[in-house]
Each structure stands twice: as C-alpha cells, then as structure tokens.
C-alpha cells in the first residue's frame, strides 16, 4: 500500500501571547518556535505503522517554505520513504487554493497511491479542510476523524470515525481514498536528534508550487486580523457559601457537564 | 512487562568504551548497595550491568527508575560507571522512540522551547520582573560574567525565586553579573541522562555559541544540575563555571558579604547530588548556613557522600515510575523530624520540589539556601 | 433563489441541538432558511425554517459526503445553488462541509462563532482562539460554512408560519464509502483522559479519609474523580488517576480543582481544560492564574454545601 502523507510545519503558539501588526494585516510570528502539526504526527505515525506490517511506501508530503523540509526530515525518520516538498514562500490561507495545488501536484508528477493521509486540520488555521476538499476534487471516497483502521483489503479498508460523545461510526471505504486522520488514533513514536540526522542524508525533492498553478476558483479572502474579547484571569465568585456554590452549579450547568 | 535485548561490544549502540567497562564488572554490590532506588523498587542497578553483559532480556521500564545520582558509579572499586551504563540504556530506548509519555513530551517540549515543560522561550526572563532593580544582559557587562538560570528556575512559580534571591545576594557582595534571558537554552544536564545526546548536543552547541558571540568568561548557575553540564559535559570551553554557593562562600570569606540579620532556627542542610556526590561541593553550602546568625546547623546521619537522593533526578521530574513505595524524600522529611530540624535546606531546585510536599504535610518548611540568605542580608 | 442551506445532523435519532446555532446564523445572514434532514422519529420544531426538505433516507446515509453531495445537487437542480450552505462544527460537518465545498467548487468558512452583518464578515478562530480572522467569500460568491456550537443559538427566531414540507426521494446510495455500525467506545471508569468532568483533588484536602466524601460529590456531580500528585503519592488516589506532566494531560469540558495549589507539573496537565474551577483557601493559589472561576473558600465546606444543593 502507497501512502501519500501531508505533513505541515506550524508555529507553535499554545504557549505565546500573539501579537497581531500593521493594523490587522498579520499576525506577528517572528518570535514564536514551529514544530510538526500535532495532527499531521498522527497520520504520519498511522502511515508508517501500516507499512510497516502491510508493506508498501509513505511518502510525506509538505506546502510551504523551505523550513518545512524539518518536518519532512521527522517524517522520514519516523519511517517514510521519500520527502517530497512543494515549495511557496507565501502562506496560503484558502484550503481550496492549498488542495487545487495538491491534486495539480498529483496529475502532473504522476504521484501513485493507494490513500492519501492528512491530519483532521492544522494547529494553525483549524480549517480542518484540505482532505475533504482533495477527495471530492479527485473523486475519491473520504472520511474525516478518523480514529481506527480496522482492516485494510485491496480493495476496500474498514475505519473507524469519531463522533461526539463518546460514539464512533465504523465505515467501509473503497480504495484508493482520502483520509483525515484524528489525533489519538495511535501514540506517536519519539523521534530522536540522531533518527533526524540520519534521516537527513535521504534526498528530499523540492518542487515550486508556482509550477502547478490552479484554475481560477472562487476562494475567500481574509480581511484583516483581530483579537478575541478579553478575558482576563479568573472570576471570582463571591459571597456566601451557598450563593457561591449555587454559582459554581450554575457554570457547571451552563458547560453542560451537569443537569 | 515488555523486554528487550540490549546491545553489547561491536554494536553501535553501547560506544566500545562502556561496553569494555561492563565487561569489567565484578559483580560486588557496592553500586545496588548505595542506590537509592535498588530494594524498594524493582530497579537492581547490578543486575542491569549483568544482564548488560549477558545480552540478557531486560524489562523496558527498568531503566527509567534511574535518578542519575550518581552513587553507584562513586561506589564501583572497577570504574564500570553503572549511571552511565544506564544512560546507554536509555539512550537505546530514545532512539527506537519507544519511551514513557511524559519523558517524551518533556523532549519534544526541549526541542521546540528550548525547556521541558514548553513554556514559551520569549518568557524565559519573566522572573527578572520579581527582582525590582534591572539585570543587565551579559554583553552588556564588564566582567562578562553570566548567571545562568535555567529552566525549573525560570518559569517554576515555587523556583523562580530562587534566580531572584541570587541575584539580590550577587548585588548585596558588589558582583557584576548579566543573564542571556531568552537567548538561553536549558543545560541538557537531565537530556543527556534521558539518554537523548542527539538533543543535549544541539543545546550545547547552541549555548556555546551564545556564550562565544557574547564573550562569556564565567557562569554562575542556579541549579547544581546545571553546574554539572556546564562545567564537565560542555567540553574544555575555558570558560569558569561555578555553582552559586561557592561563589557566596567566597564572598563571605573575603569579607564583601555580610550577614546583619539573625536567622534564629535549626537548619538541617540536605545534600544535592549533583552538588555533593558528583561534584564534591559539601563544605561551601554549610559555611555559608554556618555564617547566617542565630542559625543552628543540624546534620543528616546520612550526609555527604552518602547523601539519600531526593530522587528528583536523572528525568524523574518528568516521569512517574509505575511502582508505588515510600519515597525518598518521605524518608529524609522523617529523619529530619526526628533530628529536630524545622527547616531542611537544600541548593538545588529539584531537591526542594521532592522535599516540600512531604514536608508540608509534616510541618516541616523546605528552603532552597538563598530563601535563607536573602532574610539576613 | 436566494437562499440558505442547512444541512441539520441529526445522529441516533436526535435532532442535534447545535443545528439551532445553524438556524441563527441563517437568520442573521437575512436569507430564505431551508433546512435538509433525514427521515427518523425525531422532532423538530415546526416553526424552525422556512422549508425543511426530507431526504427519504436514514441518518446514516444521509451524513455521509458521498451520499450528501448527490443529494444535494438534487436539491440545487430544483431550486439553484444557494448563497450559504451551512453545517455544524461537528465530526460530521468537519467532513461534509469541505467534500462538499470541493464537489461544488465553492470556497469554505470553517468554525464561524460570528458574523459581522454590515461588512459581510464571518470571523474564524485561529491559533486555538488567540486570534480570529475576519473572512470574506471573494468576489460575493456563495460560501460553505461550519457553524460553532454555541454562536448563534439565541439568533434562531421561530417563523410566523410552519414549515413547508418537501420530500426528497430517489437517492442513490453509493459503494464508495458505506455505513457498517455505530461503535461505543469503550469508556473505562479510570481513563481520566475521557471524562468530561473531572473534580480534581489536591493536597489540601488534609487526608485519606476525606477521599470518600469527594467521591461521593463525584458520584453526585457525574464527574470522575482526579488528583495531583501528593494525593496519588500518598496512595489515597491510584496512579492512572493522576493529572500531571508525571501523570496524565487531561482536557475536560469542566476542571474542578478543590485544595490543589497549582505547581507547574500539575498545571502543565490541566491548564487547556476548557473550563477550570478553582476551590482553594489560599489567595495567592498560583492555580487562580490558570483559571476562569475561582472560589477562596474551605474546601470541605464548599463540598458539603455543593452536596446539600445537589441533594435538594
């Protein structure tokens, strides 16, 4: 089984209070660390896991600017064969931009494959968007949140996908197919400064994302930036006892974790 | 329990060296006979060695029991250097990728903030804010002198009086100091027992290009952890790295740090076992406790070199071991208790994070050594 | 037509209270609501949309992209493409949303928690929500949308009148992806990573024998019961019960932290809790910062006085 897998480098902004510039026109992220998207560590995992027990190859995929490579370098570490990165120095907002990149990609470089793997989104923008719209470009059966894979037959794998509350729908997909991979679905392996020294003596191919221009699609556009409304530390509840504690049940009601 | 065959000479897991040093082993007892976790736990630092040897099964989760004190391979009459024989363990772990959660995140944590815990780097000076006077950066001094901080001591909210402190009692003797603030990285000390070289390379060599840019001449560090990277496993940097105490007990001596105050309370002083044990640093922490007026100085039946590990070590502050017995520092808050202390104090972070919690429910107050300082000067 | 397309999810039966944050959203946009469901013993207000279309087919294959992008460009053959076609920000909609954006060539808006009427603005989170930005479809054209719980519910105006029903029969099931079972996790009463609720203890709680009592109010509360590591050291708690970077990294819907401080290794396991509660005697709790509600009480009392509440 060939897997394409797409692995993108984030910032890492959990931690970081982030500061927005020019007036709404960017967010300002020249002093925040990237890291692999937690989600795409998943899939990449996932990948190398059925590899390795079904044979086959993974390739990992990466959009964006010649950093990325670093994540391409882990993946390759972590088990995939070949590290392929399509090169763009401006960040592509549109989902639809990113996946029209991606199928051009595909066609015109013949890439095989049996599945193609991404993560259920990007820590980043949480579009969550670029494997749906990449199966129904290229017609392909899809799943999202995916959370088990129970079979994989020539033709045909049996997944699991996660819905709320604890519920899980299990689906046959007809292969060749596209899947968004949930975080959880395995427990990524820890991968070593010397697995990614060595990793970097496999040659990954770089490819300019100008060569495969998309068709003029309708997109969205981002007008500018903005900050959430503050928040600010803890509310106090104050009071007596039972006003507080009468207080406290009415938060619990209202985030629905109490009746 | 899942176990596995470790590599042996030849194999490019265990360097040669270590490998010969294994086949060295007499097999005494005298490194499980001062471990601080061989007996209660299933952790047998010699039958590690032995199995190491026989290129026996060894259960995956035996060798994160390892606090890096140290003790074992001060104790060995062959030089088969057990903690580091451990740390071959490790590292052959890390390199499969098949560790603990928590020591995991703790080094992806490293890789990408440059601190275990993950907090932002940018925020890695917030502590100076607590300090109220200004903290130049090291280039900016004469001395070029750098106190390093590290990072327990900069985002811990319980440590990060412990770089303020210092900094005060460095200002009250009349030395000249800066701090690197962001542009610092953690030491690697418990990286590189994680068995994460790979890792603890790359902070190396990042921190000592640091050091280059801004001409740093000497290191003052906060934690003995840290003291132990900086000054054995940097290499020959030429640079002078000493822990605080020893620069405070110099300070005393020489008469430019003076305590007016009266600390009236029996103090007893638990050693660190990167302080004592591996670096040999007993006597400088207790004259400078001696100095403090009205305090009474207590000692441990087991102090100095056999000083019990608080087991905060070797990537024990990240990681929980499966088996549940009393802990160290349960045993040491006792003795403590019996020996009449109402303070234990100790010069390192990691020693008064292990310490404090049995100690709070005892009654006991656990004090990192300059919390003491700073209420004399 | 102008129009708004509501794709409602409706899963075991249950017409899924979010869909009201779909319905809001389609009323602030000002567009004729059309609301398509599929068949089941459910109820749904009749006043809630304009039209509700009903898809002569089960839940099952009716929240499937295959199936849904079919039916839907049966839809559009009767009554044109609409301007917004709307999903929930759910497994579900996670999925159908951007198949059907790719399968009808329309841009996508994910995770909408509000819009701006007089600019056309939808606003996105990014970053986890440190950021939100503010999105346009270019050029005006129509635009799927994901919808986030909670955003739009109290815009759901009822209609004056009951919803025309239409019927959508002759769907064709696809072989590309086919539904088999629903699957219950399992739900393993210790795996504190799981619960939506957890009622976290610390050191503050002064000793073993208060550990029933908690778990009484856990009982009570339906939420499981957690600790910190001084309580799981003392083994008042057992190991997978602790939250820690020693222990396990939880993030509940609600933590509520009673007699727990706040050391880093614990905060390190909780803080992206959505909600933390905080019960603690002691101002300066560095676990206050973390928070979103505090209380500065004594913890026993504020158990006692919760369960006498509770207890009625």
Redesign the interface.
Same mark, same amino acid.
């Given at each position: 089984m060939n897997i394409l897998v797409f692995t993108k480098r984030v910032a890492a902004t959990q931690e970081e209070e982030l500061r927005i510039r020019d007036e709404g026109a960017a967010v300002d992220l020249s002093k925040v660390p990237f890291k692999i998207n937690d989600w795409d560590n998943y899939s990449v995992e996932e990948a190398v896991r059925i590899v390795e027990k079904e044979g086959g190859t993974v390739t990992a995929i990466s959009i964006g600017d010649a950093e990325s490579d670093e994540v391409l370098r882990r993946a390759i570490a972590m088990g995939a064969k070949d590290g392929f990165l399509i090169e763009s120095d401006a960040v592509m907002h549109d989902p639809g931009a990113r996946s029209r990149l991606i199928l051009n990609f595909i066609k015109k470089e013949n890439v095989p494959f049996d599945v193609i793997f991404t993560g259920v989104q990007s820590e980043d923008d949480q579009f969550g968007c670029v494997g749906g719209i990449l199966g129904a470009i290229l017609g392909l059966p899809y799943s999202s949140m995916v959370i088990g894979i129970d079979a994989i037959e020539k033709d045909h794998m049996i997944i699991r996908r996660e819905l709320e509350g604890g519920l899980q729908e299990r689906v046959k997909l007809a292969v060749p197919c596209v899947l968004s991979i949930q975080s959880g679905i395995n427990e990524p392996r820890y991968v070593s400064i010397m697995g990614i020294r060595k990793a970097s003596k496999v040659e990954r191919k770089v490819f300019k994302a100008a060569d495969y221009p998309a068709e003029n699609a309708p997109g969205i556009e981002i007008v500018r930036w903005t900050y959430p409304a503050k928040k600010g530390g803890a509310t106090m509840l104050a009071g007596e006892l039972d006003v507080m504690c009468g207080q406290l049940l009415g938060i619990l009601k209202e985030k629905g974790v109490y009746q | 329990m899942i176990v596995r065959v470790f590599g042996q000479a030849g194999s490019e897991i265990m360097p040669e060296q270590t490998a010969t040093r294994v086949l060295t082993c007499i097999q005494c007892g005298k490194c499980t006979g001062g471990c601080p976790e061989s007996g209660k736990t299933p952790f047998n630092v010699r039958m590690l060695v032995r199995k190491t040897q026989f290129k026996s099964n060894i259960d995956e989760a035996l060798p994160w029991y390892c606090t890096s004190c140290g003790a074992c391979s001060l104790r060995c009459p062959r030089d088969v250097k057990p903690s580091e024989v451990i740390i071959e363990l490790r590292s052959k772990l890390?390199?499969?990728?098949?560790?603990p959660?928590?020591i995991?995140?703790?080094?992806?944590n490293t890789?990408?903030?440059k601190n275990p815990?993950?907090?932002?780097?940018?925020?890695r000076a917030d502590w100076v804010e607590k300090a109220g006077f200004e903290i130049p950066h090291v280039s900016k001094t004469e001395s070029k002198r750098l106190l390093f901080v590290c990072c327990i001591q900069a985002?811990?909210?319980?440590c990060m009086v412990i770089p303020v402190n210092v900094a005060k009692l460095l200002r009250a003797g009349g030395m000249e100091f800066g701090i690197l603030g962001e542009e610092e990285a953690c030491c690697g000390n418990e990286i590189r027992r994680i068995g994460?070289?790979?890792?603890f390379? @790359?902070l190396q060599e990042e921190n000592l290009g640091t050091f280059k840019e801004y001409g740093v001449k000497e290191i003052v560090t906060l934690s003995p952890h840290c003291m132990n990277a900086l000054k054995k496993e940097y290499g020959n940097t030429g640079i002078k790295v000493s822990h605080y105490t020893e620069v405070l007990a110099r300070m005393i001596a020489d008469g430019s740090l003076a305590f007016p105050g009266s600390f009236e309370k029996k103090v007893v002083y638990h050693d660190p076992c990167f302080l004592g044990k591996q670096n040999g640093i007993f006597d400088e922490p207790r004259s400078i406790l001696k100095a403090v007026p009205g305090l009474e100085l207590l000692e441990f039946s087991r102090s100095r070199e056999t000083s019990l590990c608080c087991e905060g070590g070797g990537g024990r502050?990240?990681? @929980?071991v499966?088996s549940?017995y009393q802990?160290n520092a349960e045993v040491r808050v006792i003795d403590a208790g019996m020996l009449g202390a109402e303070i234990i104090a100790a010069a390192c972070p990691f020693c008064v994070?292990t310490l404090e919690?049995p100690a709070?429910?005892k009654g006991l107050a656990v004090k990192e050594l300059s919390e003491i300082l700073v209420e004399v000067i | 037509m102008s129009y708004a397309l509501i794709v409602a999810e409706v899963r075991r039966g249950v017409f899924e209270e979010r869909n009201l944050d779909s319905v809001g959203l389609a009323a602030l946009l000002g567009k004729e609501t059309v609301l398509f469901v599929p068949e089941g013993p459910y109820q749904i207000p009749e006043k809630i949309a304009d039209t509700i279309v009903r898809a002569k087919t089960a839940e099952e294959t009716f929240l499937n992209p295959l199936n849904l992008t079919k039916m839907l460009e049966q839809i559009f053959a009767g009554r044109g493409k609409p301007d917004y076609l709307i999903f929930t920000q759910s497994s579900s909609g996670m999925e159908c949303a951007p198949y059907s954006a790719g399968f009808f060539g329309l841009p996508v808006i994910t995770d909408v928690s509000a819009y701006d009427k007089d600019k056309g603005i939808f606003y996105k989170s990014y970053y986890s929500d440190k950021v939100f930005g503010e999105f346009k479809p270019a050029g005006g054209a129509a635009v799927v949308l994901t919808v986030r719980s909670g955003s739009f519910k109290e815009c759901a105006a009822e209609r004056s009148v009951a919803a025309k029903i239409e019927e959508l029969s002759g769907i064709a099931e696809t072989e590309g992806r086919v539904f088999i079972e629903y699957v219950e996790e399992e739900k393993s009463d210790i795996d504190i990573t799981k619960a939506d609720f957890l009622l976290s203890v610390g050191r503050g709680i002064g000793n073993k024998d208060e550990i029933p009592a908690y778990e009484d109010l856990a009982n009570k509360l339906k939420a499981v019961l957690s600790g910190s590591r001084p309580v799981i050291d003392k083994m008042w708690l057992p190991k997978p019960r602790q939250v820690g970077t020693s222990g396990k990294t939880v993030k509940p819907k609600v933590y509520l932290a009673m007699g727990i401080s706040g050391a880093f290794q614990h905060i390190a396991g909780m803080k992206d809790s959505d909600c933390i509660i905080a019960v603690n005697k002691d101002t300066e709790a560095p676990i206050f910062q973390y928070a979103h509600f505090g209380i500065i009480a004594d913890i026993h009392k504020v158990r006692d006085k919760l369960k006498e509440i509770v207890n009625g």
């Open positions: - | 890390v390199e499969d990728g098949d560790i959660v928590t995991q995140k703790a080094l992806e890789f990408v903030q815990w993950g907090r932002s780097r940018n925020k985002y811990d909210p319980r994460e070289s790979g890792l390379e @790359e502050m990240f990681f @929980e499966e549940v802990r994070m919690d709070t429910e | -």
